[in-house]
Each structure stands twice: as C-alpha cells, then as structure tokens.
C-alpha cells in the first residue's frame, strides 16, 4: 500500500539557518514518482520537484535541495540560508507509475522562518 | 489570464442544500483533480477527470458528483451539503494525470452550518 509520512508536524527556524524536511514513503512498486508541494498562506500549491524511482541523484535549486535515497524509502527536502518567504506548509507526494489518479500526499510539515 | 480558477473563494451554506465549486483551467490539460484539505488529514481526492466525459472517483467520493462536459470545467457538486463537508476544496489539473506536475487552484473555503 501507498503512504507518506513526514513525521515533523511544524518545525520553527531562525532565518537564514538551514533546514531539512522529512518525507518517508512506502510503495510495492518498483516504477514511482515522488513530489514536493508548497502551500504558502496564499493557500494554493506550487509544485517545487518530481522525481522518478530510478533517478537517485541529489537535485540542487538555487537554496533548495533535494536528497532521494531508495535505500532508506526517503526524499528529504533542505532549505539552505532560509528566508522568511519559505514559511509555508510543505507537502510530500507519491505516485505510482501505473495509475494515472492516485497521488498520496504526506499530512504535511508547516515550517515557519523566524525573522 | 492562464492558469486555474476556482469560484468561489469562499462560501458558507446550510446543511442539506445543494453547492456547486467550480473549476475552470485554461491550459487544455487532459486531467483534473478535486481535493479536500482537512486538519489532520492532508489532501484526499474526491474524484478526478481523464478527460472530456471521463470522471471516476476517488478516495472520498461520497456526497459528491462532478461532471465535465467541456475540458476546461470540472465543476463539484455537494447534493445535500453536511457539516463533515466543511473543508477547503482544491481543484487541480495536469497534463499526464498523478505523476505529472499539477497545478492548483487557490481552494475554495467550505462552511456548513
């Protein structure tokens, strides 16, 4: 069965610390895709990655990176330097290659920037 | 303007009537997408659309019917609105269905009294 987990619920940094969000995920499937959200208070969803099962390698973008690693069945997300407009909620996503509907999200990590 | 709409922003209605959230994109993407978004609960699907004609249900369906007569609407109806329908509805839509990006409306916050 599918499921995400990102066990830290809120998580509070001092602006311009590092942080790393948690997303652990579990599939039967060998062919899966992976995604991370963000909802900031405007309230709609941005899409920030998606990562397919097969492609392991860290990906870098600007002050955001994303580490994937099969091993451990996670996909953790860090904010280098954070800045205050990275307050949003952060969600974890997973779908698996043979369903076209079903995308499991993770229940979310709310993460505030302390200015 | 490109992009997704839902309407309205806001609504609050009484239990037992019938509201309808609409959806309209306008990227001609194939796929569309109802969510809810509860405390607790993250995002569930309700229902979603391959296509034109095409809707099938999702994870929390009942009390809800969608259509989608035209590829750029995917409007969700609550027949007889409860208070466990309060919620934040979001509507999506995406090229390749759930292992694509998707794009997401600004929700439309739900109250039933």
């Known amino acids: 069965a599918q499921k995400v987990t990102q066990a830290q619920t809120e998580i509070s940094v001092v602006e311009k610390e590092d942080v790393t969000l948690d997303c652990v995920y579990e599939?039967?499937?060998?062919?899966?895709?992976l995604f991370w959200y963000k909802q900031p208070p405007s309230g709609e969803l941005v899409f920030l990655i998606r990562?397919?099962?097969?492609?392991?390698q860290n990906e870098i973008s600007g002050r955001y990176s994303w580490n994937f690693q099969k091993s451990t069945s996670s996909f953790n997300f860090t904010i280098t330097a954070s800045q205050v407009v990275d307050s949003a909620v952060y969600f974890c996503?997973?779908?698996?290659?043979?369903?076209?509907?079903?995308?499991?999200f993770g229940k979310g990590t709310r993460l505030h920037i302390l200015p | 303007d490109a992009g997704i709409t839902q309407s309205p922003r806001y609504k609050i209605t009484e239990t037992g009537r019938q509201v309808t959230l609409m959806c309209h994109q306008t990227?001609?993407?194939?796929?569309m997408f109802w969510y809810r978004q509860d405390l607790g609960h993250g995002l569930r699907l309700i229902y979603y659309?391959?296509?034109?004609?095409?809707?099938d249900k999702g994870e929390v369906p009942d009390g809800y019917v969608v259509s989608r007569s035209k590829t750029e609407n995917f409007p969700l109806t609550l027949e007889s609105a409860t208070r466990s329908q309060t919620s934040v509805y979001f509507c999506?839509?995406?090229?390749?269905?759930?292992?694509?990006?998707?794009?997401f409306g600004q929700g439309t916050r739900l109250t039933v009294v």
């Open positions: 999506a839509s995406s090229d390749g269905g759930a292992n694509t990006e998707a794009f």
């Open positions: 599939t039967r499937d060998t062919t899966y895709y």
């Open positions: 990562r397919n099962s097969f492609d392991e």
């Open positions: 996503a997973l779908s698996e290659a043979d369903r076209d509907d079903k995308i499991i």
């Open positions: 990227w001609s993407h194939s796929y």
């Open positions: 659309s391959a296509a034109a004609d095409i809707t």
